[in-house]
């Protein structure tokens, strides 16, 4: 298991509801950014959502209104929200964090090995 591990995915009916977690752990001083991006099959890995350091918020813009990205930085955990999920948000979905283990440290860029999210009736 390495620092960034997801849970939450399954199997969503249309227009259901899912919400992914992401929870980094080991020498954390703080996270810089937070993201979740998601690969389905055959087709190139996307970026589903990021939320930066300051708060800003960047979406996909499939899901815009559907998915909401949150963090809590006390916890260095996050959230993604999924609502009115459709087949085509039928993928793996893996968090990224950046990881600063000491005050001006590199930012370490770390996955976790993802969670699969089905849409399906």
């Known amino acids: 298991q390495g620092p960034v591990v997801e849970s939450g995915g399954g199997l969503a009916q249309p227009g259901g509801s899912l919400r992914l977690s992401c929870a980094a752990s080991?020498?954390?001083?703080?996270?810089?950014?937070m993201g979740w991006y998601r690969q389905a099959p055959g087709k190139q890995r996307e970026t589903v959502a990021v939320?930066?350091?300051?708060?800003?918020?960047i979406y996909l813009d499939s899901v815009k209104g559907r998915f909401s990205i949150l963090r809590d930085n006390d916890k260095n955990t996050g959230h993604l929200q999924m609502n009115n999920l459709v087949p085509d948000d039928t993928a793996v979905y893996y968090c990224?964090?950046?990881?600063?283990?000491?005050?001006?440290?590199?930012?370490?860029?770390?996955w976790g090995q993802g969670t699969q999210v089905t849409v399906s009736s």
């Open positions: 080991g020498d954390i001083f703080r996270i810089d950014y």
């Open positions: 939320i930066e350091n300051n708060g800003r918020t």
């Open positions: 990224n964090v950046g990881i600063i283990q000491y005050a001006r440290a590199p930012i370490i860029d770390a």
